[in-house]
């Protein structure tokens, strides 16, 4: 049985950083691409990044690109968000995703305040 679970979300001041981390069980994990996506108070779910497993190439949403980091560390079955220049809007709750499968975590809250 897959399993996802997130962590490291918190209260952070605007300029602030935070790590989160998700961490996969259940599947053999670089074998798979993985994803993080948001989901802001009253709005639709909406990506932030991905990594591919293939090759290593990283994407993300313009709203995120220059400020926030997708990695992996396939021993640890983890991947991990670096979010950096944190601002109000980035205040949601975040969920890890595998596509294959259609695979979510439980999300965890990241609250930046102004």
């Known amino acids: 049985q897959v399993q996802l679970v997130e962590s490291g979300g918190g209260l952070v001041q605007t300029g602030g950083s935070l790590r989160l981390s998700c961490t996969a069980s259940g599947l053999t994990f670089n074998q798979y691409t993985m994803a993080w996506f948001r989901q802001p108070p009253g709005k639709d779910r909406e990506f932030v990044a991905s990594h591919i497993h293939k090759d290593g190439s990283t994407y993300y949403a313009d709203s995120v690109k220059g400020r926030f980091t997708i990695s992996r560390d396939n021993a640890k079955n983890t991947v991990y968000l670096q979010m950096n220049s944190l601002k109000p809007e980035d205040t949601a709750v975040y969920y890890c995703?595998?596509?294959?499968?259609?695979?979510w975590g439980q999300g965890t809250q990241v609250t930046v305040s102004s």
């Open positions: 995703h595998r596509y294959s499968g259609n695979y």
